[in-house]
């Protein structure tokens, strides 16, 4: 299934692509293969391949950018494409000739077995151990659902500045639903784990692990009260509770927000953004992380990238195009969904370094408040900076205990307002095992979040219960 | 219509059959889709392509796999479907899985595809996206930048071929207009975003019109504050009032009800909703953005009540979860499972305006964020930001507060309805007031 284009096609795509005049030419071929076995029901209930395939070409001129694809990749439509691409540029400016030299990418995969190796067989195991597991957990458990996704992506980009690399990238996602029972009171408990890596992944954490903390959760939210609703102390959890970082900073620092002025953090480079216990990172090159990249969708290697350093603003995440136009470099951040899709800046694994208290220290300060353990997501608004999360697992917190669950609630905020109310930042940075999926402008891309707990002095709870 | 489609997904459904299938159904969709972005005084981005793809579906003794490629040539849809075909023995078997018999489907016109999309020229559809941009910032003086004002369109082709006989096809067409201004009134950005969606550009809305009410909101939004904790009467406003139905047709999804994923699992009969609450999906309502003459496995789309005078009528299945439930197939099948053809409430009486006047005090709610719904409990939460409304009239614009409540105990509270539904989706709805929920401020 797996060919290539030729390079002399490829040099000759990028050529026709700029005949109009255009700056800069991208050729975004991938080749992409997906399984997602399902069960339900205590079986296998589903099998799905999934087959991506095709070139994008993109033309950029200053700010403007064209972009044309085909999943036909006869030359006639793919030097469609490349016109298409090429309209954005109106100078007509001649021809011009390219030729591309191929580089190496460092490789931040666990090698193993990959999805486009594993048998059938291997998926099934991994389910039905899982489902076994999760059914022993608990009398009370009523039904298992469980999700194995992997995926081999393969990549190769060329520009017409001459730069030709390919990436390989593995992804694998194990993910385990449990509903509980109890009075005719339903609830359910979501837990998965993975990362780009082989199943070898899952000798180590084991599906039936996976499967006992869904279990664990759902049986948690079985006793869950109704979620306060009002202003109070949060106390956010390690891992998980990154989504936090994703949504009330992350997305605002993306460079397209920042150079077009619409995000609350334009041109603010150098100054404070937050309390001097805040640092955020986003790191593309974290071994075998969900989020991880060993390049973007430019072909600019993945980075690590200080953000907000002891509460100072220092720099935003940036793509080929919002660089240029910035004056400064891309940051390898420039990430898209697949070949249908034009390359914007995007997050990979975004983390705050661990802090020096112990967790339940930083719980034991809260009189009366919320402690979200995991988030199962989020969302922002990047002008203003409001943004919420909804709570997967959550804790009443009464003089400085974790008391009674707390049923699903979202959580408000502001973001530079949050920030300036971190008081303290526990030692125990987890990157969260989660299965995150992070949307921008209707494009999907994986990505990683990272936490050590941490305590914000206020926050909005948005429950039901008025007190 | 060209040939193509329809013989791709023959030969796909042929190559399944050879590879050892019972029976197979293979649909091609061929997508020719233009798009551009306008800031300010250019064009930022265009794209176009047209893009296919196919989805087979397989059955080998009742174990289904699915393949979805967009690899076509022969060589390599033979290796693909063979792969799928192979991937379907992991599968357990399943009685109840299957292809539908084909049904003979209604020939009428659903108008749904207007050649004007086409025929349009590109500098008329550049012209419509830079008149958005120059009317955001014409409206107020606050206005200083936007998220891009869009236009696209697209003309879909759709063949679907199953081995028990069915053959059919259509085709279609969609026009969106969007703007998102960002209002700047000296200490806070506001964005608001507002579009339109038809079958073709003669039916749109003008540019201009959808630029000036983008632009309203964001400025009208300026000076927003954090309300009070507190329960109060909450008016969604139409976009808004959709988001929550789109929850509620998870809930009345044949999918979702088959593994007791739904708070309304078993409850077929009982009163749900108030007097107020009547939902249909009809697939074959003329115009409407979700119509079509049969769905994803051929069936012929049709009307179905879900809840009449807020009792609960009927789930929508597709074949299986149908099977499943010992009921019939609506036609809604979609992607695989059950999804919306035109999902609405039906509309009550007045504009969105007339409602706040029917309302002494509450909050009317234009936008949220989040995705919190527990379809198991019925549990619903959203970040929001609105007006509070006082003596029948809008206050002063609130943010930054959370509404909640539980669908099953909204859906019984909504006790008024505007007529302000336009079908620019396949889930829509009117204004509707629920009479009280949750409000978290300070």
């Avoid at chain 1, 989504?243 to 334009?266: K, P, T």
């Avoid at chain 2, 000296?186 to 959808?210: C, D, L, N, Q, V």
């Amino acid at each position: 299934m797996l060919e290539d284009l030729p390079r002399p096609l490829i040099e000759r795509l990028l050529a026709v692509a700029l005949e109009r005049g255009g700056e800069h030419a991208e050729l975004f071929h991938e080749q992409r293969l997906t399984h997602a076995l399902r069960l339900q029901e205590g079986r296998i209930h589903e099998a799905g391949v999934n087959v991506t395939r095709g070139v994008g070409i993109r033309v950029r001129v200053g700010d403007q950018q064209g972009y044309g694809y085909s999943d036909d990749l006869s030359e006639a439509s793919l030097e469609r494409a490349a016109r298409v691409a090429g309209k954005i540029a109106r100078s007509g400016s001649g021809v011009r000739a390219v030729s591309v030299n191929e580089r190496p990418v460092a490789s931040v995969y666990v090698n193993g077995a990959w999805g486009d190796t594993v048998a059938m067989a291997r998926r099934v195991e991994l389910l039905t151990r899982a489902d076994a597991a999760a059914r022993r957990a608990d009398p009370r458990i009523r039904a298992v659902n469980g999700s194995l996704v992997d995926e081999v992506q393969n990549v190769l980009i060329a520009t017409s500045d001459g730069l030709l690399v390919r990436d390989r990238r593995p992804l694998v996602s194990l993910t385990v639903q449990v509903v509980t029972e109890r009075n005719g009171e339903r609830t359910h408990g979501y837990y998965g784990d993975g990362g780009r890596r082989g199943f070898e992944f899952y000798d180590r954490v084991t599906p039936e692990s996976i499967a006992s903390e869904a279990a664990r959760i759902a049986l948690v939210n079985l006793e869950a009260v109704e979620a306060p609703a009002g202003e109070m102390p949060v106390v956010v959890g390690p891992g998980g509770g990154g989504v936090l970082l994703h949504e009330a900073v992350g997305h605002g620092l993306e460079a397209d927000f920042n150079r077009q002025g619409v995000s609350l953090y334009s041109g603010r480079v150098g100054e404070r953004v937050a309390s001097d216990l805040v640092t955020i990172y986003d790191d593309g090159n974290l071994t075998g992380e969900r989020g991880s990249i060993a390049m973007d969708d430019e072909g600019t290697p993945g980075q690590h990238k200080v953000l907000v350093e002891r509460g100072i603003l220092r720099g935003y995440m940036q793509d080929a195009l919002n660089a240029e136009l910035m004056h400064t470099h891309s940051t390898g951040s420039g990430r898209r969904q697949s070949f249908r899709h034009l390359p914007q800046p995007r997050m990979t694994n975004t983390y705050m370094p661990a802090g020096e208290l112990q967790p339940d220290e930083v719980i034991r300060g809260v009189q009366r408040g919320f402690y979200a353990k995991s988030f199962s997501g989020g969302q922002v608004e990047i002008s203003k900076g409001d943004f919420v999360f909804m709570v997967g697992e959550g804790y009443l917190i009464e003089d400085g205990r974790l008391t009674a669950p707390v049923k699903g609630a979202t959580l408000i905020g502001n973001g530079p307002q949050i920030m300036t109310r971190v008081r303290a930042v526990g030692s125990d940075l987890k990157l969260a095992s989660g299965s995150y999926t992070c949307g921008k402008g209707g494009q999907l891309v994986p990505v990683g979040v990272g936490l050590p707990t941490l305590l914000i002095a206020s926050m909005t709870v948005g429950g039901s219960r008025v007190r | 219509m060209s040939a193509e489609p329809l013989e791709l997904a023959r030969y796909a459904v042929a190559l399944a059959a050879s590879a050892g299938a019972r029976e197979a159904e293979a649909t091609v969709v061929v997508s020719d889709t233009f798009g551009i972005e306008a800031r300010a005084q250019q064009i930022v981005t265009l794209q176009q392509s047209v893009g296919r793809s196919l989805v087979l579906r397989a059955f080998v003794d009742g174990r289904k796999a699915t393949l979805a490629t967009t690899e076509l040539s022969r060589a390599g849809l033979a290796e693909l479907v063979a792969r799928c075909v192979e991937a379907a023995h992991s599968v357990e078997p399943d009685p109840l899985g299957g292809l539908p018999q084909p049904q003979p489907v209604q020939n009428g016109d659903l108008q749904i595809f207007d050649g004007d999309v086409r025929a349009r020229s590109e500098e008329e559809k550049i012209a419509a996206a830079l008149t958005m941009e120059r009317e955001l910032r014409a409206y107020d003086a606050r206005i200083d930048n936007s998220n891009g004002s869009r236009v696209a369109d697209a003309v879909n082709e759709v063949a679907l071929v199953n081995s028990l006989g069915f053959e059919g096809s259509y085709r279609s067409s969609s026009v969106s207009f969007s703007a998102s201004p960002v209002a700047n009134d000296g200490s806070e950005k506001r964005t608001a975003h507002f579009g339109a969606s038809r079958h073709g550009y003669g039916a749109m809305p003008a540019a201009s019109e959808i630029a000036r009410v983008a632009a309203r909101r964001a400025v009208e939004m300026c000076g927003a504050r954090k309300p009070r904790t507190t329960t109060l009467p909450v008016i969604f406003e139409r976009d808004v009032a959709a988001v929550l139905l789109g929850d509620l047709f998870a809930a009345c999804s044949g999918a979702n009800v088959a593994i007791e994923n739904s708070f309304l699992a078993g409850r077929i009969g009982e009163r749900i909703g108030s007097e107020q609450v009547t939902i249909v999906d009809d697939g074959l309502l003329p115009g409407g953005m979700g119509s079509s003459p049969f769905d994803a496995e051929g069936v012929p789309t049709r009307r179905t009540t879900v809840f009449e005078r807020g009792v609960l009528r009927s789930f929508l299945f597709d074949t299986y979860h149908a099977r499943k439930l010992g009921a019939q197939s609506t036609g809604n099948a979609a992607g695989g499972t059950v999804g919306p053809n035109n999902f609405y409430l039906l509309p009550g009486t007045g504009s969105l305006e007339e409602l706040v006047a029917r309302t002494p005090r509450g909050i009317v709610v234009y936008d949220i964020i989040g995705f919190a719904t527990e379809h198991v409990t019925g549990t619903w939460s959203r970040g929001a930001a609105g007006f509070m409304v006082e003596d029948g009239r809008i206050a002063y614009p609130v943010d930054g507060f959370t509404i909640a409540g539980n669908l099953r105990d909204m859906l019984a509270a909504i006790d008024d309805v505007a007529a302000d539904i336009i079908y620019e989706s396949a889930i829509v709805s009117p204004s509707f007031r629920v009479a009280e929920m949750t409000v978290s401020g300070t």
